[in-house]
């Protein structure tokens, strides 16, 4: 082969492409029509042969809607610290669902889809992104359903263009953070299967690390009575599911619970007043 | 080859100096981990797949590498159409790569015939308008016309890897590569996909094979590698690595 060095030399490097050579999420914009095909792949096929369907979409949150309102609630007494409890506890909900499905779908994304990843060269950034989006997909029913429950309290009497854009704020710092840490442990998990467990637990504790079931006040007033340092409260707050729930809060639970916000306002102030 | 011949042709595919070194573990568990560590046994060791492969082909060629299993060949091939980095050297590529590498990777059980062709060519790196503008073309080349809008859950496997297979070789490409999958099928589609190739080499686009199916490697191609243990061991006419390969 003694043409072969020639020819090396003659033709200019730049006409040529490395293979494999990944865009980063520029890659996505680029493979866009496949990935609107992988979240229809993902959005159709997720209740194939079931026959309650999409119906499990609310079922699940309902369930848990119902088990943390009796308890935390009724039992335990919630209800008479935050009023509209409910609406309180499920604008939570609806976006610790969020988090839970795009970063728990995001992480598993790369390993099931082994057979692709390893014979076919496409960006795999792709999967973790359909992913995130299906979780989305999924959550527009509950935030309907959330929805019409204001709207039937007088939501619309009160709402502002703060209301609608927090909605949009929060849906968006949680994709953006589950698809950044579903990367992260789906890349994990392709060498160490232990993120999948990892993952399960971090979910676990989220529900718990960000103001769904109590108010943050109460974790404020909690530090201050321990002794704690201070600046715990503001890691706590620094957690992006604490800022996103917070601002479903304002976009939901806010607007229909004005008129009993103002008075805890007054009373709030009356007993710092007193300390 | 003469230089003046060498002028026409244009290198498609660079492989420079080429190095790909796999880790192999031993230890598959945090036990077995301590335990390999306590009594001095390597954790790891290295596989040395290819060493310093130097290869280019030039556009419109259609070249088999041939070899034993584990000489590297899949390897090769997956370094060109970039599912792998090389650990050293370069791999340079002009045009667009397809691999029929694993044909029926992106098949989706639960959806049609219709939607895993669009879903499978996209995979492929094909637009929409591509697509649409060939569907037709891909389903009559499949033959399963009538069972498009089943489920491929419901296909034989035949059927599946007939579909799988037209989707795969309708991409648009300058260079296919094709691992070890001309065994589709029944002889009817296996001479349909013969044609097939032969008129992707007709129309200058280049080809890269690997198969241990010499008869149609001697058919296809008229230039033969042979790889062995990482590296290049014969470059030539097809015949003389067909023959290298025999021995």
Redesign the interface.
């Known amino acids: ?1 003694p ?2 060095r ?3 030399q003659r ?1 200019p ?1 730049s ?7 990944a865009g980063g999420l520029l890659d996505v914009f680029r ?1 866009h ?2 990935l609107r ?2 979240v229809r ?1 993902g959005v ?2 997720r209740y ?1 042969n079931s026959v309650l369907g999409w119906t499990w979409s609310y079922v699940r949150p309902a369930a848990q809607f119902l088990v943390f309102w009796i308890v935390l609630g009724l039992f335990l007494n919630l209800e008479r610290g935050i009023p509209n409890y409910a609406v309180y506890l499920f604008a939570g909900i609806v976006v610790i669902n969020l988090f839970s499905e795009g970063f728990k779908n995001a992480t598993s994304s790369i390993v099931g889809n082994a ?8 960006p795999r950034q792709l999967f973790a992104v359909s992913a995130v989006i299906v979780a989305f997909v999924h959550f527009l029913p509950q935030v309907g359903l959330l929805l019409l429950v204001c709207l039937l309290l007088g939501w619309i009497t009160n709402v502002t263009i703060f209301s609608i854009l927090a909605i949009f704020a929060g849906a968006i710092i949680v994709m953006v953070f589950a698809l950044g840490l579903g990367l992260l442990f789906g890349a994990m998990n392709v060498r160490y299967r232990d993120a999948e467990n990892i993952v399960e637990l971090l979910l676990l504790l989220a529900t718990w690390a960000s103001p769904v079931l109590y108010s943050w006040i109460m974790v404020k007033d909690a530090i201050t009575e321990l002794g704690w340092p201070s600046w715990l409260l503001e890691v706590y707050m620094l957690n992006p599911i604490t800022q996103a729930v917070e601002l479903f809060h304002f976009a939901f639970w806010s607007p229909v619970t004005e008129t009993t916000l103002r008075s805890r306002r007054l009373w709030r102030s009356t007993r710092s007043g007193r300390s | 080859m003469t230089s003046q011949f060498a002028a026409d042709l244009q290198p498609s595919i660079i492989v420079d100096d080429v190095y790909k070194t796999f880790t192999l573990n031993h230890a598959f568990s945090l036990k077995d981990t301590i335990v390999s560590w306590v009594r001095g046994r390597k954790l790891t060791s290295q596989f040395e797949a290819l060493k310093g492969l130097d290869i280019v082909i030039n556009e419109g060629e259609s070249v088999a590498i041939l070899g034993l299993n584990g000489s590297g060949k899949s390897t090769l091939l997956k370094l060109v159409s970039g599912v792998m980095q090389p650990d050293g050297g370069s791999v340079l590529t002009r045009g667009r790569v397809a691999g029929l590498i694993e044909v029926g990777a992106g098949f989706h059980p639960e959806l049609s015939g219709r939607e895993n062709v669009f879903l499978n060519a996209a995979i492929l790196g094909m637009s929409r308008k591509e697509i649409e503008a060939r569907y037709d073309e891909i389903v009559a080349f499949s033959g399963i016309e009538q069972f498009i809008d089943q489920e491929v859950k419901h296909y034989s496997s035949g059927m599946f890897m007939r579909l799988a297979f037209s989707v795969a070789i309708h991409v648009n490409l300058d260079i296919l590569l094709v691992d070890e999958i001309l065994s589709v099928g029944d002889a009817p589609f296996r001479e349909k996909c013969r044609l097939k190739f032969q008129e992707l080499i007709e129309r200058r686009k280049t080809l890269v094979v690997v198969s241990h199916d010499m008869e149609m490697v001697r058919e296809l191609c008229t230039r033969g590698i042979v790889i062995n243990k990482g590296t290049v061991v014969y470059d030539g006419p097809v015949e003389g690595a067909v023959a290298q390969v025999e021995n």
Request: proline share 6%; aromatic share 16%.
């Open positions: 082969m043409d072969q020639d020819l090396f033709v490097r006409e040529f492409d490395v293979p494999g050579k493979w029509y496949l095909l992988l792949t159709t096929t194939r057979p692709l990843v390893r014979k076919v060269y496409l």
